[in-house]
């Protein structure tokens, strides 16, 4: 089983829309969390962390779920410059590196 | 600041052919990291760093070698490149063990 798993999507959405990923991991003992954006033929960019309270950036909310073992991006007022692929990262406790999801590809439509 | 810096950012191997691909961050970050992605497989992590002298071998790690003699330089080598190993290529560094990575832009690498 993958240590994180994502639906692949594509998303597409009209701007203005509001759009949730939903990133599942597998091991209880995953303690931080990421979300990164990568454009097409470019590098991931760290797009943000997610706090155990949930937090929030401009039109972007990040959710944990422990229980469920899930995290969340939430988009609102999609824009046609959000049009990306949204990648999940778990780091486990104790470990030296970080799991990616595959991402979840979002496209904006006009 | 550079950030995290690649070198080459496109090259062509013949099979056979061996090169390093250049990484250098001035962050004076302690981790550092390789990883190849492809088409539908995201990103999977080659060999990675804790600091200067110690590497460990990541998810695919055959075919490559690393070294970390400074903290801020971590070449790969590709010792007898394959066409198999036609990839995107991106280093990373990050400050410690809880934090997240920041990525150089690539390296575009096709083996003919």
């Known amino acids: 089983r993958k240590e994180v798993e994502q639906d692949p999507g594509p998303f597409n959405v009209p701007e203005g829309a509001t759009v949730a990923f939903n990133c599942t991991y597998s091991?209880?003992?995953?303690?931080?969390f990421f979300w990164y954006r990568q454009d097409c033929r470019k590098e991931p960019k760290l797009l943000m962390s997610?706090?155990?309270s949930g937090n929030e950036d401009g039109r972007f909310t990040a959710q944990l779920n422990r229980a469920s073992q899930y995290i969340s991006l939430l988009i609102r007022d999609s824009k046609l410059s959000d049009s990306a692929t949204y990648l999940c990262?778990?780091?486990?406790?104790?470990?030296?590196?970080?799991?990616f999801g595959t991402g979840t590809r979002l496209t904006v439509i006009p | 600041n550079a950030g995290v810096t690649q070198t080459p950012k496109f090259q062509v191997l013949k099979t056979g052919q061996s090169m390093t691909l250049q990484c250098a961050q001035d962050?004076?970050?302690?981790?550092m990291s390789w990883y190849r992605q492809d088409p539908g497989m995201g990103l999977r992590l080659i060999h990675y760093?804790?600091?200067?002298?110690?590497?460990d071998q990541g998810e695919v790690p055959n075919g490559y070698n690393v070294s970390r003699s400074t903290t801020e330089d971590f070449p790969l080598r590709l010792l007898s490149a394959a066409p198999s190993q036609t990839s995107v290529y991106f280093c990373?560094?990050?400050?410690?063990?809880?934090?997240?990575?920041?990525f150089g832009s690539g390296t575009r690498l096709t083996v003919v």
């Open positions: 997610v706090y155990s």
């Open positions: 760093s804790v600091g200067a002298g110690i590497t």
């Open positions: 990262v778990v780091i486990l406790t104790g470990a030296n590196n970080l799991f």
């Open positions: 990373a560094s990050r400050r410690g063990r809880d934090y997240g990575y920041t």
């Open positions: 091991n209880s003992a995953s303690q931080s």
């Open positions: 962050m004076n970050h302690e981790y």
